[in-house]
Structure formats: structure tokens, C-alpha cells
């Protein structure tokens, strides 16, 4: 009677854990795009080491470094634009992360690109023309609570630019 019970508890606790988690996927796949994002951010952060997000630091933080002027003034006047920068000796390289949920269909889709305004494609153009380096970061979130990313050179042909903001 006790291993009948015990395995009845066990059963029980099992269905409650995958319930709890269910739950905790669905508020997350119900989540507004910004906390997904942070998420990506946070992720991101913990495997890019030395960097720091621009959300999380003052802006004097860069006067520490030894970049150049016209870096540092692009910088300072697209602050918000930035989402990892990481600077080792007079070296720049800027992170722009977006996470996605993982849906089964993609497997079926071509690559799936990612939504850009004109404004942050021009800075990025600049950035690179100043010598900074520009990475793009792409975090799948699965169902599971596992992650994968993807670390590669920013190419404005992984990104559509959002129309709204053409005008």
C-alpha cells in the first residue's frame, strides 16, 4: 500500500510540475516583445564576457575607455540604440540582440529575418565606417527552457527595415 501511494504521489507531482511549467511557457510566449527581449539581453550578456548593456550603465562609463572621438560621439548621441557593447583596449564592438520563441514551423520557413528602422540601419552603417564592429546575436527560446545562440557579423540582409519608419 505505502509503494501504491508513494508512486500515486509521485504521479501527482510529476502532472503538477508539467502543469506549473506549462503555465510558466505560456506567460512567456504571451509576453510582451520588450521582456522577451531583455531576456535575450540577459542571456547574451552572461555568454559575451566583459561586455555591459547600454540600458544597464551610465554614459560616462565610456570616458574610462581609450576610443577615439567620433566614436565615442556616435556612441553617446545613439546611446539607446545600443543593446552589448563590449570595448577591449581602443577595440569597439557592438551587440544587437533579438530573441525569437521557437515554433516548429520554422523548421519549414526560410531563415527568418528581423525587423530594423531606417534610423538604427543608418547608424550602423556609420558605426562600421568608423571602424566599429558590429555583431548580431539571435537567442531562440525553447519550449523547454533551453536556449540557443547565434553569434555572426551584422549583415543588413538578416533585417527588413520597418516601413513606418521610412517616412
Same mark, same amino acid.
Given at each position: 500500500?505505502?509503494?501504491?501511494?508513494?508512486?500515486?504521489?509521485?504521479? @501527482?507531482?510529476?502532472?503538477? *510540475?508539467?502543469?506549473?511549467?506549462? /503555465?510558466?511557457?505560456?506567460?512567456? +510566449?504571451?509576453?510582451? #516583445?520588450?521582456?522577451?527581449?531583455?531576456?535575450g539581453e540577459v542571456i547574451a550578456k552572461s555568454v559575451i564576457?566583459?561586455s555591459f548593456r547600454a540600458v544597464d550603465a551610465n554614459k560616462?562609463?565610456?570616458?574610462?575607455?581609450?576610443?577615439? @572621438?567620433?566614436?565615442?560621439? *556616435?556612441?553617446?548621441?545613439?546611446? /539607446?540604440?545600443?543593446?552589448?557593447? +563590449?570595448?577591449?583596449? #581602443?577595440?569597439?564592438?557592438?551587440?544587437?540582440?533579438?530573441?525569437?520563441?521557437y515554433f516548429y514551423k520554422q523548421l519549414t520557413r526560410t531563415?527568418?529575418?528581423?525587423?530594423?528602422?531606417?534610423?538604427?540601419?543608418?547608424?550602423?552603417?556609420?558605426?562600421?565606417?568608423?571602424?566599429?564592429?558590429?555583431?548580431?546575436?539571435?537567442?531562440?527560446?525553447?519550449?523547454?527552457?533551453?536556449?540557443?545562440?547565434?553569434?555572426?557579423?551584422?549583415?543588413?540582409?538578416?533585417?527588413?527595415?520597418?516601413?513606418?519608419?521610412?517616412?
Open positions: 500500500m505505502f509503494k501504491s501511494l508513494l508512486g500515486l504521489f509521485g504521479h @501527482a507531482y510529476f502532472i503538477y *510540475l508539467h502543469v506549473i511549467l506549462a /503555465f510558466m511557457y505560456l506567460q512567456l +510566449n504571451n509576453c510582451h #516583445d520588450s521582456l522577451k527581449g531583455e531576456i564576457k566583459n560616462s562609463l565610456l570616458d574610462q575607455y581609450a576610443i577615439n @572621438a567620433q566614436q565615442k560621439k *556616435l556612441l553617446l548621441d545613439h546611446w /539607446f540604440y545600443l543593446d552589448l557593447i +563590449n570595448i577591449t583596449d #581602443d577595440k569597439v564592438t557592438l551587440y544587437e540582440v533579438k530573441t525569437k520563441k531563415q527568418m529575418r528581423y525587423k530594423i528602422s531606417k534610423q538604427f540601419l543608418d547608424f550602423c552603417n556609420k558605426a562600421l565606417a568608423l571602424g566599429i564592429d558590429i555583431k548580431f546575436v539571435q537567442i531562440t527560446l525553447f519550449e523547454d527552457w533551453k536556449c540557443g545562440i547565434i553569434i555572426k557579423d551584422f549583415n543588413k540582409n538578416d533585417f527588413f527595415v520597418d516601413k513606418r519608419t521610412l517616412t
